[in-house]
């Protein structure tokens, strides 16, 4: 092996062009594939960095709730209550925890920040088996009742990044929300929470509830009615998942039937839905996957086109090696003349074509690194740290050595086998004309080319597919006007301010900005347009009857006046609430057009009357005062829901946390500096967050159609590349290959235009057959993205035209230059020729 690694080294250098082309292809099939992998293994494969996760469940209940649910992900939650009952009746779990998490303001050293927080039970990190780096976790007496823990363990990463790795934090005091807590301790690297995607700056106690989300009811501890922990169990050793959930059936049930009797007037339909909800134990080896739920789909589409790019690479580099095949193939026949084993020249070919995808995996590791990066930083900053790292681990190393010598044995040995399978007598004889036109390498060269333009329409099928359905997205409309408006969150509750005390900030504040240069208007609503947060309840509307077990839950939307108009959103009848309508005043809403179909059958609902929540007690107090148009609450894909608009000063808790919004008369950019201006100078410990302009927050939020839309259009040119370069080889190689048959042709008559007709003859035949080997490998491909497409069919006729259109055109283009070529063959030179 030490010899043929010798000779093939020899042979490469030898060959510095052909050798410079073959690695920089692989250069660029490798590193993207290792690229699109490493996020892909961040978002679906990596487990969490905990103690056996494979044993790790998270809790499950799909079925009707009665009550307040408050979730930060798309699991079941469970009040504190119901966590107790199930972790100290359990006898088939070694442990239980709980999560819930919460934004915080924290101080330290004179600055403030936003920072992800995580409520989590006591034995948390014990259960899940996480050590701490320095100090300690919690302790039970820490984790009892309300206010009894006032102590903090931070994450590796937000401790570094905010105190520089201090390892004297320990001990210390911050202030979270305002309220004085002790750092603890700090969590072993790479340990960032039990939701991939959502990543934790810093862990407190349950008890601490109050402390980081300071709009918390006070009976949201000992409400059964309360529902917002996530829990997590450690299966016991020797349990299965499946005897575990058949175990914890009869004391769930227990419970649910103990909840049930305490309800007011629950429906005999619900009565029945509730209590039969199965507990389902789900496998949390990976946690709760957010990041996999939002990348996975679409990072696993850019693995399949990124694989097809580098098959594309594969595909040209075996054709280069065919064709230099043929120039030793003299020098292969004279070694099986004199007894070389057709194995041992086989091994050192392969070995050739090792090196190669070995050189090209190497430098395919820079590659990768510069793509990683280039991709976090086309992503908005929040999903970008949702990855745990952008740098090259160990997996990563592993799986681009893999690939490597998996693509070298691909392209190299079928090569190989055409090389050491060769006539000896015409090739002593030196008869390369013959020995060339013998067909299987030929049938072989041409096939690969096929191969290519057939995976190349695959690619621009799908970059012609994500581009028109972006464009779609970009271009549908959200239902307000969108061009000059800023955005950014306020949370007067994380500075200690009461919720009188926050309307009388929030007031001031939008009147001095209102008050600024270029400023039309401003309003604020706590739940923000395109801010990934919602909040609904049940109504109860007067005069009409709702079905047995209906949901008549909607969308509310507490504002201060003039939001509507803020946002451009059109009034379709009546009014928008306005400064009289305060807290004394008679209660008043605005609802969509949706609402209005729903309950009063497109009628105007304007002078109508609804309740919040439900009942035969419940009192119709609010009146409809106006109908809006519907608009886009959270994401321009999805049916828009009823939607209920009401005064901020008829809500309890809306001063706390809200989205602010400008409509400026010019660039709306420009107004970043005043406006930060205005809120540090009325308070300069008052946190900003999010300032932008809406038409990027909306663009933030098709940030995986944008990035799938342009890796796929720069997959699918560059694979139309490169089976343009292999097309142009092959046909360059059959022009010189025929050159004295076309020089007779010539002499004897034969017209230029024949002549290029000869040529272009079998370019239009090789590219005909791979776009019909292609097109229906593309019909397959839309059935499985169709769900990631917006407005449009995954088997759009105009995008599979245009692919078809575009690819035969470059075909046609480069085997133009070649038969050109041809056409000016002069016949004496020709019939020199060899």
Not at 137 to 143: I, Q
Not at 170 to 198: C, L, S
Not at 817 to 830: G, Q
Request: proline fraction near 5%; hydrophobic fraction near 50%.
């Amino acid at each position: 092996m030490l010899n043929d690694c010798r000779l093939a080294l020899r042979m490469l250098l030898r060959s510095r062009g052909f050798a410079v082309v073959a690695i920089l292809s692989l250069a660029l099939g490798i590193g993207a594939n290792t690229a699109i992998f490493s996020l892909l293994d961040q978002a679906l494969l990596r487990s969490l960095p905990v103690a056996a996760p494979e044993r790790l469940v998270v809790l499950d209940s799909p079925g009707p709730s009665a009550g307040w649910v408050a979730n930060d992900n798309d699991e079941t939650v469970f009040s504190l209550p119901m966590y107790h009952d199930l972790r100290d009746g359990s006898k088939v779990f070694s442990g239980m925890v709980a999560r819930a998490r919460a934004g915080v303001s924290v101080a330290a050293a004179g600055k403030a920040d936003i920072a992800g927080a995580e409520t989590v039970s006591a034995n948390f990190f014990d259960v899940l088996g996480v050590k701490p780096l320095i100090g300690r976790f919690f302790s039970p007496a820490e984790d009892g009742a309300p206010g009894s823990g006032p102590v903090v363990v931070m994450e590796h990463g937000f401790w570094t990044r905010r105190f520089g790795a201090d390892r004297s934090i320990v001990g210390k005091t911050i202030r979270i929300n305002n309220q004085p807590m002790t750092v603890i301790g700090v969590a072993a690297p790479g340990f960032r929470g039990v939701i991939p995607g959502e990543a934790a700056d810093l862990f407190v106690p349950l008890s601490m509830k109050r402390v980081v989300d300071p709009t918390w009811p006070a009976g949201g501890f000992t409400n059964r009615r309360t529902q917002w922990l996530n829990l997590f169990a450690r299966l016991a050793p020797g349990v299965s998942a499946e005897r575990a959930a058949a175990a914890m059936q009869p004391l769930y049930h227990s419970i649910l039937e103990g909840e049930l009797a305490q309800m007011k007037h629950p429906g005999a339909r619900f009565r029945v839905s509730f209590v039969s909800k199965p507990l389902n134990l789900l496998p949390a080896a990976h946690g709760i996957n957010q990041l996999g739920r939002s990348w996975g789909k679409p990072l696993t589409v850019l693995m399949a086109l990124v694989g097809l790019v580098l098959l594309i690479a594969c595909a040209n580099v075996a054709n280069l090696l065919i064709a230099r095949a043929a120039g030793r193939r003299r020098e292969i026949a004279i070694r099986l003349a004199i007894g070389a084993d057709r194995w041992k020249l086989l091994r050192q070919l392969l070995t050739e074509s090792l090196m190669l995808s070995l050189a090209g995996g190497f430098l395919g590791i820079l590659v990768s690194s510069w793509t990683i990066e280039l991709l976090l930083q086309l992503l908005p900053q929040d999903s970008a740290g949702s990855f745990r790292s952008s740098t090259l681990d160990g997996r990563l190393l592993l799986f681009n050595f893999g690939l490597s010598v998996a693509t070298g044995v691909l392209f190299g040995l079928a090569p190989a086998l055409q090389a050491t399978k060769t006539s000896l007598a015409l090739s002593l004889k030196n008869q390369s004309a013959s020995t060339t036109a013998s067909g299987s390498q030929a049938y072989f060269r041409k096939g690969l080319v096929v191969a290519q333009v057939s995976l190349s329409l695959l690619l621009l099928v799908a970059c012609g597919l994500f581009t028109r359905s972006l464009a779609n997205l970009m271009s549908h409309d959200p239902g307000f006007h969108v061009e000059n408006l800023v955005t950014f969150s306020l949370s007067p509750a994380l500075s200690g301010y009461s919720e009188e005390r926050a309307a009388t900030f929030v007031n001031d504040a939008l009147r001095r900005i209102e008050a600024l240069p270029g400023v039309v208007s401003a309003s604020a609503s706590s739940i923000g347009a395109f801010a990934y947060n919602d909040r609904s309840t049940n109504i109860t509307v007067e005069g009409y009857t709702a079905r047995e077990e209906e949901n008549t839950d909607v969308n509310l939307s507490p504002a201060t006046p003039g939001y509507l108009a803020t946002l451009g959103v059109p009034l379709l009848a009546g009014r928008e609430f306005r400064e009289s309508d305060g807290a004394n005043a008679p209660k008043v809403v605005v609802v969509n057009e949706t609402f209005a179909r729903h309950f009063f059958h497109g009628q105007n609902p304007v002078g109508r009357r609804i309740a919040f929540g439900g009942g035969p007690d419940v009192k119709l107090d609010r009146e409809i005062v106006g109908l809006a148009r519907d608009t886009q609450s959270q994401t321009l894909r999805g049916k828009i829901p009823p939607f209920v608009y009401f005064p901020c000063a008829q809500d309890g808790t809306c001063f706390s946390d809200l989205h602010v919004y400008v409509r400026a008369s010019r660039d709306a950019s420009s107004l970043f500096p005043a406006l930060r201006s205005v809120i540090h100078r009325m308070d300069a410990s008052m946190p900003i967050a999010g300032m932008e302009t809406m038409r990027v927050q909306i663009n933030d939020t098709v940030y995986t159609d944008r990035l799938v839309a342009a890796l796929s259009s720069a997959f699918g040119m560059l694979a139309t590349l490169l089976a343009a370069l292999g097309l142009y080889g092959l046909i360059a190689y059959n022009v010189a290959r025929r050159t004295a048959e076309i020089g007779i042709r010539i002499a004897l008559g034969a017209a230029r235009f024949n002549v290029m007709g000869l040529v272009m003859r079998e370019v239009a035949l090789l590219s005909a057959l791979g776009a019909a080997i292609g097109i229906p490998m593309a019909l397959a491909l839309s059935r499985y993205v169709e769900s990631q497409l917006f407005g449009l069919n995954g088997r759009d006729p105009l995008v599979f035209a245009a692919a078809t259109a575009v690819l035969l055109g470059i075909s046609l283009a480069a085997g133009y230059f070649p038969a050109r070529r041809a056409t000016r063959i002069d016949p004496i030179r020709a019939l020199r020729y060899e």
